[in-house]
């Protein structure tokens, strides 16, 4: 496995794969891997003749307020942990080979950007939807592999590709989890026992959600109560968002008549945590 830093060193590398019909995955990630990162790497291995990993700290997809300085962050073991499992080229560059000191071109997305993580993190998805687009192309992959855990982000880069007429093959991952149920997220680091504990709670909501809608429960109104009852009964659990949305649009509905995402924001201590789960009619 290469360790390539530059842009042109990337391309010359892919292009060659090609030329002899190799096709290409590329897995983009911020670095600080876990299993959930090692199952979309898997995924692409299994499914391409080469893949390439993107480590990458995205400065532009944090607010000023946000946890871009304080990101864990270990090159090494994510270097080993990517070369155990097959990938090819593990291209991590630096800020300035991404962006230049007058960079000003962005992509923005309407509708399914302002709901759910967009509310609170209204410049997020732009920062999202402008580096995935310049991975891809750099990279030029057949297919890219997103976790199902960031449900939005794989909505909004699934829209941005049939939008923009990307020939990319987008591929969702399932949800990666703890053996107690936590959400695998290289957040969860910023926990402390207390907290790791407290965590719970999101999945434990979302199980009370399932179980309502396995029912037959399909108001939507219901079923967040529901889950906030439940979120609200860990004292250092504070609410972001719970929210039922249409599985496309990522809009707001009533009552599930289409395949929904239910997704929740909670803030345990300081830290902003994501989960969901989706449900096909
Ligand atoms: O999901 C992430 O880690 C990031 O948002 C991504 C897709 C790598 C873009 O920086």
New binding site residues.
């Given amino acids: 496995m290469r360790i390539v830093k530059t842009i042109d060193e990337v391309r010359k590398a892919v292009k060659e794969w090609k030329s002899t019909g190799l096709s290409v995955g590329l897995v983009?990630?911020?670095g600080y891997l876990h299993e959930g990162h090692q199952s979309l790497i898997a995924n692409s291995v299994s499914q391409n003749d080469k893949t390439v990993v993107?480590i990458?700290l995205?400065p532009i997809?944090f607010a000023p307020n946000e946890d871009l300085e304080s990101y864990p962050r270990d090159p090494e073991r994510d270097a080993k942990l990517c070369e155990d499992t097959g990938a090819d080229i593990v291209f991590r560059p630096e800020v300035s080979e991404m962006y230049h000191d007058d960079f000003c071109t962005y992509v923005d997305m309407d509708i399914l950007t302002k709901n759910l993580c967009g509310k609170s993190r209204p410049t997020h998805f732009r920062?999202?939807c402008t580096?995935?687009l310049k991975l891809f192309n750099i990279v030029k992959p057949d297919r890219a592999y997103?976790?199902q855990k960031?449900a939005q982000?794989l909505a909004v880069?699934k829209r941005m590709v049939r939008d923009l007429n990307l020939d990319i093959e987008i591929v969702g991952c399932p949800i990666v989890r703890e053996s107690d149920g936590l959400a695998k997220s290289s957040r969860n680091t910023y926990l402390n026992e207390k907290e790791r504990q407290a965590a719970l709670v999101l999945d434990r909501s979302l199980k009370n959600g399932i179980e309502l809608i396995d029912a037959g429960e399909r108001n939507s109104k219901n079923i967040i109560a529901a889950i906030t009852e439940v979120i609200r009964s860990e004292p250092l659990a504070e609410i972001d968002y719970v929210s039922v949305v249409d599985a496309v649009s990522m809009q707001d509905v009533d009552v599930i008549e289409n395949d929904v995402l239910v997704a929740i924001a909670v803030k345990i201590g300081r830290t902003r945590l994501i989960d969901n789960f989706s449900f096909s009619v």
């Fill in positions: 983009p990630t911020m993107s990458f995205n997809q920062g999202v580096v995935v997103f976790g960031d982000q880069i």
